[in-house]
């Protein structure tokens, strides 16, 4: 099954590539975040792709997608939807929202109230949505993509600790290479290349590799890996806030993924270490004596990674221990 899985993500990392140039690391790492039913947040400068990756992994999969611009004088029914009232049937009728879409955009999510913001945090963990006491269920699948601005702060409200720890992953896309950049200006010589982008994987396909990930081995020493790495936040000097247990399972669970992607049964603390920076570090409240001398929750998350131990692990069913320094190939398997 894990060969099925490795197959289908790379075809449908490849159809996004064709859009999404020399991103592959953070083409990877948004599938990892819809394999394990998760959320993404991207927050970088405007430009570099962010709602095209959206559009591009919704018509790769066949997903409906709504794009949700996120401004100050937006309401929480804006997003949720509401109930009219039909004079002709005399009874109210319930309007969905662009929420209910299987594929979300929320574009500039910062730039909304609070108020609005927690619309969506039901919406998010519970998969639903409750308006005028009737509860509405989330499409399946179901996939929040939300960018933010790191440099323009004005008219702006901070998401808040609560919201931030909804996102299974938070990445950034970063300006393309210079021979990246013009690979991009010759596919876009007369058309977007994402007007010819077709579905490769159907739903049912996707449910299927979503089930499976589940079934990827986490031995012991792993699971103690990612407790102790996230406990790490926690008692950090430097940390006024570390991680909570919903940063643990969600490094457990993109683990899974990330393995099957590679074409392994099992987990491997590579795959922790690959995926540690953005599945806690926008979990972490630095403290502000520390804010002061530019420590980043990303060099806190790395600084660990670096001073913990590794235990070895076993492959499944082999008797062959695995030293947890040994290298890895190219597909992700020791040699």
């Given at each position: 099954m894990t060969t099925k899985i490795q197959e289908t993500g790379e075809k449908v990392?490849?159809?996004?590539?064709?859009?999404?140039?020399?991103?592959?690391?953070?083409?990877?790492?948004?599938?990892?975040?819809?394999?394990?039913?998760?959320?993404?947040?991207?927050?970088?400068?405007?430009?570099?792709?962010?709602?095209?990756?959206?559009?591009?992994?919704?018509?790769s999969l066949g997903c409906s997608f709504r794009r949700i611009q996120f401004t100050p004088d937006l309401l929480p029914s804006d997003v949720t939807g509401l109930s009219i009232y039909n004079q002709k049937t005399q009874e109210f009728e319930f309007r969905p929202g662009p929420i209910?879409?299987?594929?979300?955009?929320?574009?500039?999510?910062?730039?909304?109230?609070?108020?609005?913001?927690?619309?969506?945090?039901?919406?998010?963990?519970?998969r639903q949505a409750t308006i005028d006491g009737v509860t509405?269920?989330?499409?399946?699948?179901?996939?929040?993509?939300?960018?933010?601005?790191?440099?323009?702060?004005?008219?702006?409200?901070?998401?808040?600790?609560?919201?931030?720890?909804?996102f299974l992953l938070r990445i950034r896309m970063g300006y393309p290479q210079p021979i990246d950049e013009i690979v991009i200006l010759d596919e876009q010589?007369?058309?977007?290349?994402?007007?010819?982008?077709?579905?490769?994987?159907?739903?049912?396909?996707?449910?299927?590799?979503?089930?499976?990930?589940?079934?990827?081995h986490v031995e012991s020493s792993i699971s103690d890996y990612i407790v102790r790495l996230v406990n790490g936040t926690r008692n950090h000097p430097d940390v006024y806030l570390g991680a909570s247990p919903r940063g643990s399972i969600a490094i457990y669970r993109a683990s899974q993924a990330l393995a099957g992607l590679l074409g392994r049964d099992y987990v491997i603390p590579d795959d922790v270490k690959a995926l540690a920076e953005a599945a806690l570090a926008h979990r972490l409240?630095?403290?502000?004596?520390?804010?002061?001398?530019?420590?980043?929750?990303g060099q806190v998350v790395r600084e660990l990674l670096?001073?913990?131990?590794v235990e070895p692990i076993r492959a499944t069913g082999g008797p062959r221990s695995i030293p947890a320094s040994a290298p890895v190939a190219e597909g992700g398997t020791r040699r």
């Open positions: 990392v490849a159809n996004v590539e064709r859009v999404i140039v020399g991103k592959h690391n953070e083409v990877r790492l948004a599938l990892v975040a819809l394999m394990c039913r998760g959320h993404l947040l991207i927050e970088d400068v405007p430009g570099t792709g962010k709602t095209v990756l959206a559009k591009a992994f919704a018509r209910m879409a299987q594929v979300v955009l929320a574009d500039e999510i910062n730039r909304a109230t609070p108020k609005t913001q927690s619309s969506l945090l039901e919406c998010m963990d519970e509405h269920q989330m499409p399946d699948p179901f996939l929040v993509i939300a960018t933010q601005n790191p440099i323009e702060y004005e008219g702006t409200f901070a998401l808040p600790e609560a919201q931030l720890d909804r010589k007369r058309t977007h290349p994402l007007d010819e982008l077709e579905e490769v994987v159907g739903l049912e396909e996707l449910r299927e590799m979503q089930a499976a990930i589940r079934e990827v409240i630095i403290k502000t004596s520390s804010t002061i001398h530019d420590v980043q929750a670096e001073t913990l131990p």
